[in-house]
């Protein structure tokens, strides 16, 4: 990106006075590597969203912000519904409630390690992933709509768990005004087989080590120690969210004709939130966040299941689970006052300081857990909301390191079984039904994801509490 | 621009496809001398985004049919039927024949059940979008049609 189109705020922040029909700033944090790094597509479609109708505070991006549809990956914003704010689909965009949930094992490594291949086979014969993939759960019609009104609560209703699960997801489980007759009939359709399933591309489950510590005090709060070894599952709302991503992204292109909303680009396509369309969309996608919240519980399950056939001593508690395409309703300073606004979350992490009343008592003293995957093969870290986030991005963190590279580049550069053997000779296990697969996911193809979340660290949106190694990697 | 292209001839007019880079996902381009063969390369991109279009047998064929308000939206509708196709089938498409009547597209595509172990699917895809789409005629007349696939 060009520094010379940006004021520099600080180390880590840029910004972009509000020119032409932009109605607010956008702000960019990254270190100067990052942003020289950052394409220059990041800075229009971040001046594009920033053009929306009832947008509040700025249009905020990441460390890790990319290319994306209509907003950039790694993008937060917030429109206020009082002053004619719309809710976006391309906002949220097609994996809709994207997510990582972080388990502990109570296990150290040295306990796991001799079993580790065995771990990788029987996981990988359990937890269904990849294109065609099935799950065992066939669910009929009021099945369906029970699961999307339920999310995660729904799943352990099933015996996917357990009650004291839901304790450690973002709703506790259940993300309210679901509305499931919202959710169109091939939506539906195409999560029929689907739930419990992994899917592809970069989503993954990962036995993982506890490698560094960064903030003792918050990593004893979190039960996090050097040595660990922790389960880390990584996906989202599977067909149906794609579905829905898909239909309501061609009902706001006419929504937005209708309500005269001028849209810098088509996959902006948004709606008025009081609106019938923004309504259904809210109440499709909050559906959509509890298909990715039951789906999630269910591979929890299946990891349960596994575990408890190979290291019988293990318990799969959560430490927690984190969503990272959503929009959600909350209360933010603006303006000097407390406002409910609606954030979009596009490849952005919630990350809740100290003291949020939405957070369970054994977070209030420290900031939710803000969990960022990693690349395949390289490393993940468990970052904690901090105070200053509020005030800096509605209190909002990266999600993961970004690609660096095209697949078809990565295609080109790197084979799958090379790539395989590589992280083997390094004690890494994959286990992917496609070849072409991994070598569009290898590492190299992916920023330094280390970067960005000492980037997020040192600007304040979270801070950094440990860093996880892969041990074992399921891709889809 | 890096891009893989389609085993035809690359003259302009000759039906072929190729994919073009997009940061995170992949875009998928048809070439051909009319919209109907510039559509039905763009689905070979599409399903080759997946897997090797050559291993795919026409032993099923689907009808879909699909309406919109312009070109574009009706390529985007046409990808996205293909998706939802694959999806909920469990199916792969290698051959695709339509007819465009202004705004309404009839098809057939034609494919087979997908087999992890002989398909050897690489991703799943989630949607066509908007970003980058394209559709219309180069100044030697063929057709080309084109958007990004959210991989």
Not at chain 1, 19 to 37: G, K, S
Not at chain 1, 82 to 95: H, L, M, T, Y
Not at chain 1, 199 to 206: F, K, P
Not at chain 2, 99 to 104: Q, R, S
Request: glycine fraction near 10%; hydrophobic fraction near 40%.
């Amino acid at each position: 990106m060009d520094l010379n189109r940006l004021t520099r705020l600080s180390e880590y922040a840029w910004r972009i006075e509000p020119v032409d029909a932009m109605r607010a700033p956008v702000i960019i944090y990254a270190d100067e590597a990052l942003i020289r790094a950052m394409d220059e597509k990041v800075r229009e479609q971040a001046a594009n969203v920033a053009r929306l109708p009832g947008i509040v505070g700025a249009c905020y991006a990441m460390p890790d912000a990319h290319w994306g549809y209509g907003f950039p990956i790694g993008g937060v914003a917030a429109f206020d519904a009082e002053r004619d704010g719309v809710v976006s689909a391309g906002g949220v965009g097609f994996d809709i409630s994207c997510g990582v949930r972080t388990l502990y094992t109570g296990l150290k490594r040295d306990e796991v390690d001799p079993l580790k291949r065995e771990l990788a086979d029987a996981l990988y014969a359990t937890v269904p992933v990849g294109v065609g993939s099935r799950g065992r759960i066939r669910l009929d019609h009021r099945q369906m709509d029970e699961m999307l009104a339920g999310g995660a609560e729904w799943a352990v209703r099933q015996g996917y768990g357990h009650p004291r699960d839901l304790e450690r997801i973002e709703e506790r489980g259940r993300m309210a005004g679901a509305k499931p007759e919202a959710v169109s009939p091939q939506a539906k359709e195409r999560q029929r087989a689907e739930m419990g399933t992994l899917g592809s591309g970069n989503h993954y489950l990962e036995v993982q080590e506890v490698s560094e510590i960064y903030a003792p005090a918050v990593a004893e709060s979190f039960g996090l120690a050097r040595g660990d070894v922790v389960v880390t599952i990584h996906c989202g709302s599977r067909g149906l969210g794609h579905q829905i991503g898909t239909d309501f992204l061609k009902r706001m292109q006419t929504a937005a004709t209708q309500y005269g909303i001028a849209l810098p680009d088509r996959e902006l396509a948004c709606a008025p939130i009081e609106s019938p369309v923004g309504r259904e969309y809210l109440g499709a996608m909050r559906a959509a966040i509890n298909c990715a919240l039951a789906n999630r519980q269910i591979i929890t399950h299946l990891a349960r299941e596994v575990f408890a056939e190979l290291l019988p001593k293990a318990r799969l508690d959560l430490l927690y689970d984190v969503s990272h395409n959503t929009c959600k309703v909350e209360e933010h300073l603006i303006e000097g006052r407390k406002k409910r606004v609606y954030v979009h979350r596009k490849g952005a992490t919630r990350a809740f300081g100290p003291d949020h009343p939405e957070l369970p008592d054994v977070f209030r003293g420290v900031g939710q857990p803000v969990l960022i995957g990693g690349s395949m093969g390289t490393a993940s870290y468990i970052l904690a909301g901090s105070p200053a986030g509020e005030a800096l991005s509605f209190a909002s963190a990266c999600h993961g390191a970004g690609r660096a590279m095209s697949r078809h580049q990565a295609a080109r550069t790197w084979g799958g079984r090379e790539v395989v053997d590589e992280l083997a000779a390094r004690g890494i296990i994959v286990r992917s039904p496609s070849w072409r697969g991994v070598a569009e996911e290898a590492p190299g193809a992916y920023k330094d994801v280390r970067a960005v979340v000492e980037a997020a660290d040192r600007v304040g949106l979270a801070r950094l509490v440990a860093k996880v190694s892969p041990m074992a990697c399921i891709k889809g | 621009m890096s891009a893989e292209i389609s085993p035809a001839k690359p003259s302009r007019n000759t039906p072929r496809w190729e994919h073009f880079p997009h940061e995170a996902d992949m875009g998928v381009r048809g070439y051909g001398a009319t919209l109907e063969e510039a559509f039905a390369q763009a689905a070979l991109a599409l399903t080759a985004a997946i897997c090797d279009p050559a291993g795919i047998r026409m032993t099923t064929p689907v009808e879909i049919r699909c309406e919109a308000p312009d070109r574009e939206t009706l390529l985007v509708d046409w990808l996205n039927a293909l998706v939802y196709e694959m999806a909920v089938r469990r199916m792969v498409f290698g051959r695709f024949d339509l007819c465009i009547d202004g705004t309404a597209l009839r098809a057939t595509a034609r494919g087979e059940p997908i087999e992890r172990e002989r398909h050897r699917p690489a991703v799943e895809v989630k949607g066509a979008t908007y970003t980058e789409l394209k559709v219309f005629r180069d100044e030697s007349g063929a057709w080309i049609a084109q958007c990004v696939v959210d991989v």
